[in-house]
Each structure stands twice: as C-alpha cells, then as structure tokens.
C-alpha cells in the first residue's frame, strides 16, 4: 500500500534540519496550525458522533480506555528491568506512550480517505479520552509516594488548548450537525490536508535536531521506541476487533494505541515529573515513533486491523 | 528629574515554569514583571525556542534588594534542582 503523501512533508522538514538550512516556522504559524488541526478534528468527530447513539459510545470508550491503562503499565518494567532507566524517566516515558499523538492519528485518517476505506468517525472521542489517563499513571509510577503537584499537572492537560479545543470542537459539531457545519467545511474539512502537511513539515523540523539529541542514549530506547508501538498496535487491533469496529477503525484504535504523545505529555511531565530527562522523552517519541508509525506503522497497523477483523470475523 | 535606587532581577528559565513562577510572584508580593520569549545556549543544552514547548523565557523584576533576594532563595530552592534557571541581578535607578 503506498504512502500516503503528506508524510513527505515531514521528510522535507527533517531534511532541512540535518541540513541546517534556514528553514523556519515562525512560532505564530505553528500556534495557528495546531489550533486549526485540533479544532478541525474535533469538529468532524462531533459531526460524527451527532448520528450515533451515546450510550453505546460510553460503553466502548469505557472498555478502549480501560485496555489501555496496560500500555504504560508494560512500557514502564521494560524501561526499568531492560533500559536500566531511573523510576522518573521510565514513569515520563511509560506516560508519554500511553498517550496520544493528535498529529498521528490525523495521518492515519488521510491514510485511510486516501485508500477510500471507511472506519467510524466517533473513534475521535477516544482521542480526548486517551489523552489524560496514561499520565496520570506514568506520574503515579515515576513519583511512588512522592509528592506530586497533581493540581497544576492537572489543569495544565485538562485546560490546556489540546484537550479544550478537541472538546470544544467535539461540541460544536456535535450542535451543529452535518448540515450546520456545512458553511465551516470549505475552511476545516477542505484545507484540513494542506494544513497537516505544513504541520509535518514543521514536526520535521524539530525531529531533525531530536535524531541528533538521540544518538547519546544508545540504542535500548531507540529498540524501545519501534517495538513498543507495535506491541500497543497488537493490543489495540486486537480490542478493536472484539469491539465489532471495521477494518478501518480498528486501524486507527491500533494506531492510537501506538502512537506516543509528545507535546500534551512533555508539558505535563515537565511539570509534574521535572527530575525526569525531557530529552529522552521527547527524543523517543517524536525522534523515532512518531516517524515509524508514519511509515511504517500505518500499513503495518492497516494489515493487523485485517488480519483480525476477518480472523475473529470468522469465528464470531 | 528623580530617581530610586532599586534592584533590577533578570531570570531566565524554561517556558514551562511561566505560570507557576506568576502564582509564586503574587505570593512574594512582587507588583510587577515583564516577561519575554528567549533563546539560547547554556548547561541545559541549546534553547532553540522554535517550538514553544522548547522555549525559554527571560523575566525582569524591578524591587527592593530584600525583595530580590527572597525571591532568588525561593526561586533556588524550589526550581534549580531540575530546571534550567539562571538568575542575575545589578543595582538600578528607577525614574519615577
């Protein structure tokens, strides 16, 4: 299956770093782009989610999030008994996995419309719902007793313009519906792909100068950030499947699953977690997951949402 | 023309400490503070400040030297272990 093209964007904006080019991303744009993506997510999932009955939703969120409470809570021995990394650092990165990466997942959505598959559209309430969770427990398994500055830590995700936005997104489409959001859907449906690649470009970018960061920490987290995606991809593919969602949703649920947070949990750990190395954090997940899961992770995932779907399809 | 003789205090740190350090100020009874966007290099690595999560920022306080040195010792004890802090002061007038 080929690559879906905005991913390219993302090479561009590497390869201007290593180069040292003078490429940048004025600091205002990248604030504007990354309100309009979390804002035009959120929309078309509340569009989404208006014909669909809620309580069935709760239920599967219910089981979504409680699965994946397992990811940090595997990441964070690895870290600990493979990595040798200390409690602070193996909690930071267990949370940051846990949790979600917006951006990821929206190349996951192009992937799939590019490829025509349809998967459903409410899997984007699991976004916000996963967002928060793994941080919680990563600062819980980096502290152990400690004290934590849980209400600042707190209201830095919860109010913070990542989770507000999707949310306030979620209820405006909600609202509005198909048909009131239509006068907005030239501006947030219709450039939403041209936006993501000069978002990619940008993410390119600050890769560039975290693969160089990176190389110091040896290759135990360079192991760890391609096989733990694919272990989380496995975990969610297979939940998503039991659930009874499509090929395509347990796609992107796999993909969710796999995909690490790196900027709602890096502002959060450097708060609440601070004696832990950002720069190992970060450097893992946007350094080398976050491209894996775009190149190779996505068709992978496509192939495991498969392979299950008509697998456990059958027996079912 | 007059002039006070007051402290000026320059902190530079991390973006990621901007509301707590204003929670702290208001607790130190600091009236006033102009904060700035900052990049640069120091022991905690290069501050490219391209990506505001990455940023740092500089902040000037005009107090009483008492003043400025209370809050040096907060802002030590409480952040210096795990953030990057750099902390400067010099002796001012103030034009009123």
């Known amino acids: ?64 999030v409680a699965v994946a409470a397992a990811i940090p809570l595997i990441a964070f021995p690895a870290l600990r008994l493979l990595g040798g990394l200390s409690r602070a650092d193996a909690g930071s990165i267990a949370g940051h996995y846990g949790s979600v990466s917006v951006v990821t997942f929206s190349v996951a959505v192009a992937f799939l419309n590019q490829h025509a598959i349809p998967y459903e559209g409410y899997l984007i309430v699991f976004l916000v719902l996963l967002e928060m969770p793994a941080l919680i427990i990563g600062v819980i398994l980096a502290k152990s007793g400690d004290a934590v500055r849980w209400g600042r830590m707190l209201r830095e995700v919860l109010f913070g313009k990542s989770i507000l936005l999707l949310t306030g997104g979620l209820i405006i489409g909600l609202l509005a519906g198909p048909e009131g959001i239509k006068p907005l859907d030239a501006l947030f449906f219709d450039l939403f792909k041209g936006m993501l690649a000069l978002f990619l470009l940008e993410m390119g970018l600050v890769a560039s100068t975290r693969i160089a960061e990176f190389r110091t920490y040896g290759t135990f987290l360079l192991g760890f950030a391609v096989v733990m995606p694919m272990i989380a991809a496995l975990i969610g593919s297979l939940t998503g499947a039991l659930l009874g969602l499509s090929v395509g949703g347990v796609m992107l649920l796999a993909t969710l699953y796999a995909s690490a947070s790196y900027i709602a949990a890096p502002a959060a750990m450097r708060i609440a977690v601070p004696e832990a190395n950002p720069a190992l954090s970060i450097g893992a997940a946007l350094g080398v997951t976050f491209p894996f899961n775009l190149f190779f992770g996505l068709p992978l995932y496509y192939w495991l949402a498969e392979f299950f779907v008509h697998r456990l399809g059958a027996t079912t | 023309m007059t002039a006070q003789s007051k402290t000026l205090l320059t902190i530079i740190t991390e973006v990621a400490l901007e509301n707590s350090l204003i929670d702290d100020f208001k607790r130190l009874g600091v009236t006033g503070y102009t904060i700035v966007e900052a990049r640069g290099l120091g022991t905690h690595g290069l501050r490219t400040g391209n990506w505001r999560k990455e940023g740092n920022i500089r902040i000037d306080i005009v107090a009483d030297s008492d003043q400025c040195a209370r809050i040096v010792e907060h802002l030590r004890s409480a952040y210096d272990r795990d953030y990057g802090l750099l902390m400067y002061s010099c002796p001012i007038d103030l034009h009123v």
Request: charge should be negative; proline fraction near 6%.
């Open chain 1, 1 to 64: 299956m080929p690559f879906e093209p905005v991913v390219f964007f993302f090479v561009l904006g590497a390869a201007a770093g290593l180069l040292r080019s003078d490429l940048k991303i004025p600091s205002a744009i990248y604030e504007f782009l990354s309100i309009y993506l979390l804002l035009a997510i959120g929309l078309k999932g509340g569009v989404e989610l208006a014909g669909h009955p809620l309580g069935e939703i709760a239920l599967v969120s219910l089981a979504v």
